[in-house]
């Protein structure tokens, strides 16, 4: 038996005892897999002064491929480990994700024999292979937006032994070839279920996607499909997933603190604004009641809550024992944050599994079940 063999089994072995691979299926697809292969051309590990360290596929061990983390392997959409040699800055925009929480995934998807299955997001391809294991690759559909991603994970799933079927295309408008869909399963993240999605999934089948923009403070969602083209669905736990490549926020671009220079309002608050940096949550109501921000933390500048898209900003800076909030734009995006998170607290910090959605043409309804003040009604346009 190989070390790369046994190192595959001893993962599938951690991830059972773990609870995470509850069906003889999934353990079964894990101890086949051999994840190695998808890590091609190779991955970034992190390395000096927040830098990231190539590892060549051909250095990578048995340790590391068998590792339960993220592994990034692309960084700022186009630099792999072919194009460096030492360690390079850079976001990371592709990743094979944590082996447990793809598994995970799969398993709370409900996939049963006889499904024909859509994957949006193929990533590197390993859940898409592991999705072929358990269905037969006839069964799968995976849709990948990058064409360079999408060839480098058709050729892996080839090597591995698995010709499902491939698109290269807009994962959020779904593939409409084979629905309607039993499950639909998305290993990115969204800010909002798009309607194709629903409507190519059959009255009952379930849509399992991350829901969030901020990467600390998605949810895992289970979406049941009704006979009026709308869902409704419960949050299963916070999980974490790159975000969907047509709704990445753009780069940042001009003077931040230029751009906060000029506020509307000063106030003082002593609800620490870390909250929303910390995930979990709070970061999570944060997003429901200001869609679109995002909170970032700047050098010389502080913590900023900023809204691009509506010109919105909250910038908090340190007052004593307590935080001086100076904010601008149509609306005070920490007003509503606050209340949002002081009305959670009050009714006993309850946790993402109560939160339900209902989606219906023109909105996505948010609501803590048990808890009337926490509600939040988000019209698409």
Not at 51 to 77: E, M
Not at 151 to 169: C, F, I, K, Q
Not at 275 to 287: E, K, N, R, S, V
Not at 297 to 308: A, S
Request: hydrophobic letters at 40%; one cysteine or more; proline letters at 8%.
């Amino acid at each position: 038996m190989s070390d790369m063999t046994s190192a595959r089994r001893a993962l599938a072995a951690r991830l059972h005892g773990a609870g995470v691979l509850a069906r003889p299926e999934w353990r079964r697809a894990v101890e086949a897999v051999p994840r190695e292969l998808f890590l091609r051309p190779g991955v970034f590990v992190p390395g000096p002064a927040g830098r990231w360290t190539p590892v060549p596929a051909g250095r990578i061990g048995p340790a590391l491929a068998y590792s339960d983390q993220s592994l990034v392997t692309r960084l700022d959409g186009r630099t792999t480990t072919e194009d460096v040699v030492e360690a390079v800055p850079g976001t990371p925009t592709s990743s094979s994700t944590v082996p447990s929480l793809v598994a995970d995934m799969l398993g709370k998807a409900g996939v049963e024999d006889g499904h024909g299955v859509p994957e949006i997001g193929t990533g590197t391809g390993y859940s898409t292979a592991l999705l072929c294991h358990r269905l037969g690759a006839e069964a799968v559909t995976t849709v990948e937006v990058d064409p360079g991603i999408a060839r480098r994970a058709s050729d892996a799933l080839g090597t591995a032994g698995y010709v499902p079927h491939t698109v290269t295309g807009d994962g959020l408008l779904g593939h409409a070839g084979q629905a309607p869909y039993a499950r639909i399963i998305a290993t990115c993240a969204v800010r909002r279920v798009p309607e194709s999605w629903l409507r190519q999934t059959r009255p009952g089948g379930v849509v399992l996607t991350t829901l969030g923009s901020w990467p600390n403070g998605s949810g895992l969602l289970r979406l049941t499909a009704g006979e009026d083209g709308g869902g409704e669905g419960e949050f299963l736990g916070h999980t974490s997933f790159m975000q969907a490549r047509a709704q990445v926020p753009p780069p940042l671009a001009g003077d931040l603190s230029a751009r906060v220079a000029d506020a509307d309002g000063d106030r003082t608050t002593d609800l620490d604004p870390a909250l929303l940096l910390g995930g979990g949550m709070p970061a999570f109501l944060a997003q429901l009641t200001a869609p679109g921000s995002r909170v970032i933390r700047v050098d010389g500048l502080g913590t900023v809550l900023l809204d691009t898209e509506r010109g919105n900003f909250a910038h908090f800076l340190r007052a004593g024992e307590s935080w001086r909030v100076r904010q601008g734009g149509p609306v005070a995006p920490w007003d509503g944050i606050e209340e949002a998170v002081r009305a959670w607290q009050a009714a006993g910090r309850p946790g993402i599994e109560t939160v339900r959605l209902r989606v219906s043409a023109g909105a996505h309804s948010y609501r803590v079940a048990g808890h009337p003040a926490l509600r939040w009604h988000h019209p698409v346009s």
